[in-house]
């Protein structure tokens, strides 16, 4: 009591108390100590906030993950369309070098090879200007012709099919011959030319072209068919035929164009249809 | 009721066309995809008995020939699925007992559907059949069926049961 009042007397009356050296020596010692229990306790202490915070945190993941699906997706979709743009410049391109207006067209359904005929739908029909005996391109070359069309779809032969014949020519030399499918898509899918001179050689990589028929249908001239990847001479009834290697990929056909008369009525953009005359 | 079943039936092949064209074409072996609708009819026979799944063998096999992009003699997959219907309606009881059983079923039905489209197909020289291609498919759609069957037949299964049970509490 008594060392109570003296050390608070001492404290007040002078100015330069001898208490604050004192003072400073406990904050030295017990300042650490305080900070270092705080930061004990404060969690303990901020653990309400804490939860809150979580709260927050998890839905602000649960954001984030939300944006990054969205991006993921919006990612994936960019490719496709990438893909899906690259293929209409590739048709566009085609049609600019064929001149020949074509109605785009996407293919929706293709026929099992338990049925034999290789055949796909695709999503034009008679609405979009799309007749039976069109000929059918795609960016990289010819994919066959309409068989049938009915109001929004149509079904297109393609010339891997067995029964499918197109009249060939060798852009090398101009010979004539046949191209006939083998009924065969998967794989490498290819074909085969039979050459009516038994004379002439193709060389490797020769690229077939169609030759066209009369007003153009089934076929227009001129369409690349495939590149020559093998020949081989038969004796026997003294044609030459060559093993075809298709340019267009049979089994991931997506985007096709169907060749159309320029003046064509179509529900959609005819390509190459307005730099005509 | 009558009703109510046929637009089911209608339903389940309409999809089972659908997803045969547009789905799996994208998931062919070789070419060949699975053949969803044989496997409906096997379902409905294993279900409801052989004549019930010729019925539904011959109009899905219709349905079948007349999608597009089908390009043959039209009767020639109804034929192929009346058959089937009807093969496996006949043996319903072993294929129903246990899931091997149900396999070989669909192996079986698979080989004598697709054979038998294609044999038509050799007697009428329609559509580019040819001996090759015919040995060359026909394993690998033994093959991708009994692949799919462990999906798809208890999936038909439990949907036709459902219908037939519907019918009975009626």
Redesign the interface.
Known sequence: MLACVTVMVLDVSADDSPVDPVRSAAAAVLGPIESGASSVVRPLTDLPATVRSHRALRAEVRDLERTNAELRRELARTALDRNRAAELDGLLAATEQTGYAVVPARVVGMGPAQNFTRTVTIDAGTAAGVRADQTVINAAGLVGRVLRADRHTATVLLVADASSVVGGRLASSMELGFVQGRGDVGGEGLLDLDLADGSVVPARGDVVVTWGSRAGAPYVAGIPIGTVQSVQSNPRDLTRSAIIEPLADFTSLDLVGVVVPADTESDRTVLGAEDKP | MALVRSVTFTALVVVALVL???V??HL??????P?LVLLLVVAMAIARGPEAAAVLGLLAGLALDLM?????VAGRWALALVVVGYLAGRVRSDAGSSAVAAVVTVAACSFVG?SV??LT?LVLGD????VA??LK?VP??VGYDVLVTPVVLPLALAVLRRLEATRVAW
């Not at chain 2, 062919?28 to 995809?33: T, W």
């Not at chain 2, 559509?127 to 040819?130: A, S």
């Open positions: 045969q064209t547009s799996f074409s062919a072996l070789a070419g060949v995809v053949n597009p992009p089908a390009d043959h697709t489209f294609a197909g559509g580019g059949v040819t291609a015919v498919v690998v759609s």
